[in-house]
C-alpha cells in the first residue's frame, strides 16, 4: 500500500488507486499522512474539517469517518494501521509507503553521496515522486499550511541542488530552460539567479550572465530597496575575474587537527526526517550569518545521537575542522562559556599571554579565528541560550549545532527540531540494531511490547537492547515479562551507566520547587493527557507558569487546545513512572489534599456540562464538593458539553476508579452519577455499569446511604435497559428502600418510577399505573416539574398498553404542555414519540407521521441514539400500517442496528417483528389500501 500526498491525495495497491470516500475522509486521511506516528487528538480533526464552526454532530461524524477509513485501508505489518489511544489516533504507516517520506530520504541520500551522478540520480528520483501541488485536491486547512509550506520550500531546494549538479556536471544547457522557469515563479530567490548565471558562463554565455546580475540587481533594488547579496555578487566577481564559473571564493589556509567530534553512534536508527531538516539547516551561508540549529526534546528520545550523527555527515561540508563542547546541563555545574571559550581557542593554537581574560574578549578572538573558515560548532546539553550566544562564531562558513533539553527559544535565527519519541517502525529497528535482528524476527509480539513498554523511547530502547545483547540465552519474552509491571519498569530499564531514571532525574533536579511538587502531582492524574485546569487544581492555584517551566524542560509535551480552548499536555508513560516516585516523596498530607482538589474539580465541570445535556431521569447527583476552577473557567471549559464528555469519557471513569480506591466515597459516587445524562444519551451503558459497581462498593465501604440508595436507582435504569429485569427489581426496591428512610421523598419517587417501568414493559400495566400514580404524587411535591412530565409520559404509555385511548391522550398531552413550558426539548421528543404509537393504534396515520418525524428531527440533533432508535421503529410502524412497505422496511433496518449495538434486547425484538411483518406482507403482493387521511378517534 502506497500513500502519496505530493499532488492530490492518493491510495494506491499493487499500482491500482484506493477509493477514499468524498473531501470530508480526504481531510482525514491527509492530516493523518501529514502527522504520520504522531498522536493527533479528535479536537485537531474536527478543527481540520469544519474549521471555527462544526456542528453539533461533529464528533459523531468524525467517528464514522474514522471508522470508514479504516474498512478502505488493509495493514499487514505488526503496530500498522489507524491506532486509537485515549480519544487520539495515529496513522502507522509501513516504512517508505508513504511519497513525502521517500522524497526527503532519496533528497538525504543524494546530499551524503559523494558521486555526483548518483547524487544526481537520486534527485531526479524524487522530484518523480512529484505530482503537483501537495493535496491539491483538497480544500484550504489552516493547521496544513506550515507543513505544506515545508514541503514545497524543500522540493524548491532539492530542485536547485539538482540544477546545480547539472552545471558541475558540465551539463549547463540542461538546466537553463528550467532555471528561467523557476525564475519566473521565484523572482527575488538569489540561489537561483547564482545558479542561472553560473550556468549562462558555463554555457560559454557570459555577456548575458552579465547582463543577467545587472537584472536582478535592478530588480533588487527598484522593488525591493536592496542590494544583492555577498554570495551573488561573489557570482558576478568570479564570473567577471574569468574564474571556473563554480569556484567558491577564496578561503583561508585548512587548520589541522580540530577533529573533537566523538565517534559516530555505529548503530544509529531513524530520524530521516530530521536528519534530513538539519542538514539544510546547517549549510554555509558564505558572506551571512552563521547558521544555528538547536535539537530540544524530552530526556532520553537521542537529542545528543542525533546531533553527533548529523555533525559526521557534515564534515566535509566544514573541512576546516569540528569543535565539540559537553555545556553540562543536567550535572551539577554547568559549564562556565568562559571555560568554554578557552578550550576552543587553545585547539585553535592559541595558548598563555595571547588567550586573552574574560568571556568577551575570548568571544572575540573566536570569532576572528574561525573568520573566512568553515567549521563545525557542536554545543551539547546547553543550559540557555545566555550559555549558548558567546560560543558562537560570526561567520557564514560556520555552523553551530545545540541540544539541549530546554528549547531555548531566546535563541535568536536559531532553526529548531524538537524531537520525540520513535515510530513503531524505527523503535522496532533500534531494538533489532542492538539485540539482533534474527532474535527480534523469532519474536514480534514480545517486541512489540518491549518498545510498548519503553514508551518508544529511544534510550530505552537501547537499554532494552543492550540488556538482551548481553543475555544471549534470554528469549524475549523474559525482558518483556520483567518490564510489564510498572512500578518496577525504570528499575529494568539500566544497563551499565545508562539508566532512564538517571536521566529523568537530571532533569527533574533543574526544576523550581513549583515544577518539582506540580511534576510528582501529574502522576495522581487519572491519565498521560490532560489539560492546564488539571494542574491548577493539583496546586491549587493558576499554575501557567508552572506548565511553562514543565514544557520547556521538555518534561512536558504540549499536545494541542482541547475543550474550550485550553491547552493540553501530554506525559510519556515513562516520565509517569518516575513522576509516581518524585510524588511518593512528597508527604502524604499534601499529595491527597492535591489529589481530592483534582476529582473535586472534575466532578464540578462534569455537572455543569451535564446541566447543558438533556436530562436523564432518575439520575440523582448531590451538591458541590471541594474545590472548583473560577467559574468563568468553567465556562470556557465545558462550552461545548458533548465534546467534552467525549474527550473525557475515559477520565472520568479511572477517576471514578481512583477516587474510590482512596476512600472518597462522596466525590466517587456524585462523580459517577454525574455522567449518567451523558451516557444516557450516547448509549455508554458499560461505562455506566462500571462507574456505578465501582462508586457503590466505595459508599457501602463508607456507609453512606444517600449515594448508595442514587447510584442503585442508576444502576436499575441500566439494568432495564439491558432488560435484566430480576436485576434491575432488586436494585430498585433497595433505592426505593433507602430512600424513605432517609425520608429523601424525590429519590423515592424516582425509584417507584422505575419499579413501574419495570411493571410495564413485564407488561403488567395495572402494577405500573399504581407505581407511577405513587411517583408522580411524590415529584409534584417536592415541585419536580420534569419528573411531572416524565410521569404523565409514563402513565400515558401504561394506559395505551390498556386500551385506554381517551386516558392515554390525557395524560400525553399533560407531559407534552409541560415538556414544552419547561423548554426541554428532548421530554417533549419522547412524548412525541409516543403519541405516534397512540395516533397510529386509533387509526389516525398522518398525525402518527408527523408527530413521530417532529421527534426524530429533534433526537438526531441531540444525537440520542437510543431514542432515535424507537422514533424509527415508530414510523417504520406506521408506514407499515399504511402499506409502505419498502420505506417501512429499511426504517426498521436502521432501528435494528442501533437496539443490538446498544444490546437493547425489547427495542431489538421489536424491530425484528417490524421487518417480518414488512417481509410478510411484501411476499403476499401489493397492499390492498392507501394510507388513509383521518383515523376514527379512540
Excluded at 599571554?353 to 572575540?364: D, E, I, N, V
Excluded at 432495564?720 to 428512610?741: K, N
Aim: aromatic share 4%.
Amino acid at each position: 500500500m502506497r500513500f502519496e500526498l505530493l499532488g492530490p491525495v492518493r491510495v494506491t495497491v499493487d499500482g491500482r488507486p484506493v477509493s477514499l470516500g468524498g473531501t470530508k475522509q480526504r481531510m482525514l486521511l491527509a492530516h493523518l499522512l501529514l502527522n504520520a506516528g504522531r498522536q493527533v487528538t479528535s479536537g485537531q480533526l474536527i478543527d481540520v474539517l469544519w474549521g471555527e464552526d462544526p456542528p453539533a454532530s461533529a464528533a459523531a461524524n468524525l467517528q464514522t469517518y474514522v471508522w470508514r477509513l479504516r474498512q478502505r485501508l488493509v495493514f499487514t505489518g505488526p503496530g500498522e494501521g489507524l491506532l486509537t489511544r485515549d480519544g487520539s489516533y495515529t496513522l502507522v504507516l509501513p516504512e517508505g509507503a508513504l511519497d513525502v517520506d521517500r522524497f526527503r530520504e532519496l533528497r538525504a541520500s543524494a546530499g551524503r553521496e559523494r558521486d555526483p551522478e548518483v547524487a544526481l540520480a537520486a534527485l531526479r528520483a524524487a522530484d518523480e515522486l512529484w505530482r503537483g501541488d501537495p493535496l491539491a485536491d483538497l480544500p484550504p486547512v489552516p493547521a496544513w499550511e506550515a507543513e505544506l509550506g515545508r514541503l514545497s520550500e524543500s522540493r524548491l531546494a532539492a530542485t536547485e541542488e539538482r540544477l546545480e549538479l547539472l552545471v558541475r556536471l558540465g551539463r549547463p544547457a540542461a538546466a537553463l530552460d528550467e532555471l528561467a522557469l523557476l525564475l519566473d515563479e521565484h523572482p527575488y530567490r538569489e540561489r537561483l539567479w547564482q545558479q542561472y548565471l553560473l550556468a549562462l558562463a558555463a554555457a560559454g554565455r557570459r555577456a548575458e550572465a552579465l547582463a543577467a546580475y545587472t537584472t536582478i540587481r535592478g530588480r533588487l533594488a527598484g522593488d525591493l530597496g536592496v542590494e544583492p547579496g555577498p554570495a551573488l555578487r561573489e557570482v558576478q566577481a568570479a564570473i567577471l575575474r574569468g574564474d571556473p564559473p563554480a569556484a567558491e571564493p577564496a578561503r583561508p589556509g585548512p587548520l589541522t587537527g580540530i577533529r573533537q567530534l566523538p565517534a559516530d553512534i555505529a548503530d544509529f536508527t531513524g530520524r530521516a526526517e530530521a536528519v534530513e531538516t538539519l542538514l539544510a539547516a546547517l549549510a554555509p551561508r558564505p558572506g551571512g550569518v552563521p547558521p544555528v540549529a538547536v535539537v530540544s526534546g524530552p530526556p532520553g528520545t537521542g537529542k545528543s545521537a542525533l546531533a553527533l550523527h548529523v555533525a559526521h555527515l557534515l564534515r566535509a561540508t566544514y573541512p576546516d575542522g569540528q569543535l565539540y563542547a559537553d555545556l553540562g546541563a543536567t550535572g551539577d555545574r554547568p559549564a562556565d562559556p568562559a571555560a568554554v571559550l578557552g578550550d576552543f581557542l587553545h585547539a585553535l593554537g592559541v595558548f598563555g599571554a595571547a588567550l586573552p581574560a574574560g568571556a568577551t574578549a575570548r568571544a572575540a578572538q573566536l570569532r576572528s579565528r574561525l573568520a573566512g573558515r568553515r567549521v563545525l560548532v557542536l554545543l551539547d546539553d546547553a543550559v540557555s541560550a545566555a550559555q549558548v550566544r558567546p560560543l558562537l562564531p560570526a561567520d557564514g562558513g560556520c555552523a553551530v549545532l545545540v541540544t539541549s533539553r530546554s528549547r531555548l527559544p531566546d535563541l535568536v535565527g536559531a532553526h529548531h527540531v524538537e524531537l520525540g519519541v520513535f515510530a513503531e517502525a524505527e523503535a522496532r529497528r533500534l531494538l533489532s540494531a542492538i539485540a539482533g535482528e534474527a532474535r527480534v524476527a523469532a519474536e514480534p509480539r514480545h517486541a512489540a511490547d518491549i518498545v510498548e513498554f519503553c514508551g518508544h523511547l529511544p534510550l530505552a530502547i537501547r537499554i532494552a537492547g543492550a540488556r538482551l545483547a548481553g543475555r544471549q540465552a534470554w528469549p524475549l519474552g523474559t525482558l518483556r515479562d520483567r518490564l510489564a509491571g510498572e512500578s518496577g519498569r525504570l528499575g529494568e530499564l539500566r544497563v551499565g551507566d545508562l539508566a532512564v531514571r538517571s536521566s529523568f532525574e537530571l532533569s527533574v533536579r533543574q526544576l523550581p520547587p513549583d515544577g518539582v511538587l506540580a511534576f510528582g502531582r501529574l502522576a495522581l492524574l487519572a491519565g498521560r493527557e490532560f489539560p492546564a485546569w488539571s494542574v491548577d487544581a493539583l496546586l491549587g492555584r493558576p499554575a501557567h507558569d508552572v506548565l511553562d517551566v514543565l514544557v520547556d524542560a521538555s518534561l512536558l509535551a504540549p499536545t494541542g487546545p482541547g475543550p474550550g480552548g485550553q491547552p493540553l499536555y501530554r506525559l510519556h508513560d515513562l516520565i509517569h513512572c518516575y513522576a509516581v516516585e518524585v510524588a511518593g516523596a512528597e508527604p502524604a498530607a499534601g499529595r491527597d489534599a492535591a489529589f481530592r482538589r483534582s476529582v473535586s474539580a472534575l466532578l464540578s465541570l462534569a455537572k455543569r456540562a451535564a446541566q447543558a445535556l438533556p436530562p436523564a431521569f432518575g439520575a440523582l447527583c448531590g451538591e458541590p464538593v471541594g474545590w472548583t476552577l473560577p467559574p468563568e473557567t468553567e465556562r470556557q471549559v465545558v462550552a461545548e458539553p458533548l465534546g467534552w464528555f467525549a474527550g473525557h469519557r475515559p477520565v472520568l471513569g479511572r477517576t471514578v476508579e481512583l477516587a474510590a480506591d482512596a476512600g472518597l466515597a462522596e466525590l466517587a459516587w456524585q462523580l459517577a452519577a454525574s455522567t449518567v445524562p451523558f451516557h444516557d444519551l450516547r448509549g455508554h451503558y458499560d461505562d455506566w455499569r462500571r462507574g456505578h459497581l465501582r462508586a457503590l462498593d466505595a459508599v457501602r465501604a463508607a456507609g453512606h446511604r444517600f449515594g448508595e440508595a442514587a447510584l442503585l436507582r442508576g444502576l436499575g435504569q441500566v439494568h432495564l435497559y439491558h432488560d435484566e429485569y430480576p436485576e434491575a427489581a432488586v436494585a430498585l426496591t433497595r433505592s426505593a428502600e433507602l430512600f424513605a428512610g432517609l425520608g429523601e421523598r424525590r429519590g423515592e419517587a424516582l425509584a417507584v418510577a422505575g419499579l413501574g417501568t419495570l411493571a410495564r414493559v413485564g407488561d403488567r400495566p395495572g402494577e405500573a399505573l399504581r407505581h407511577y400514580r405513587r411517583a408522580l404524587d411524590g415529584l409534584v411535591a417536592v415541585g419536580d416539574r420534569g419528573g411531572e412530565a416524565q410521569m404523565h409520559n409514563a402513565l400515558g404509555s401504561a394506559h395505551l398498553q390498556l386500551g385506554q385511548w381517551a386516558e392515554a391522550a390525557r395524560r400525553l398531552a399533560a407531559a407534552l404542555r409541560v415538556a414544552r413550558e419547561l423548554g426541554d426539548s428532548h421530554r417533549e421528543a419522547r412524548v412525541l414519540t409516543e403519541l405516534g404509537t397512540l395516533h397510529r393504534l386509533t387509526g389516525e396515520l398522518p398525525e402518527s407521521l408527523a408527530g413521530l418525524r417532529a421527534a426524530l428531527a429533534i433526537l438526531e440533533d441531540l444525537h440520542d441514539e437510543r431514542c432515535t432508535a424507537y422514533a424509527l421503529l415508530g414510523i417504520g410502524q406506521t408506514l407499515l400500517a399504511g402499506g409502505e412497505l419498502a420505506h417501512a422496511r429499511g426504517l426498521g433496518e436502521r432501528a435494528l442496528r442501533v437496539f443490538q449495538e446498544t444490546a437493547n434486547r425489547l427495542g431489538e425484538a421489536n424491530a425484528l417483528a417490524l421487518l417480518d411483518q414488512c417481509r410478510r406482507a411484501l411476499a403476499r403482493g401489493p397492499w390492498p389500501s392507501p394510507m388513509p387521511a383521518t383515523g376514527t378517534g379512540d
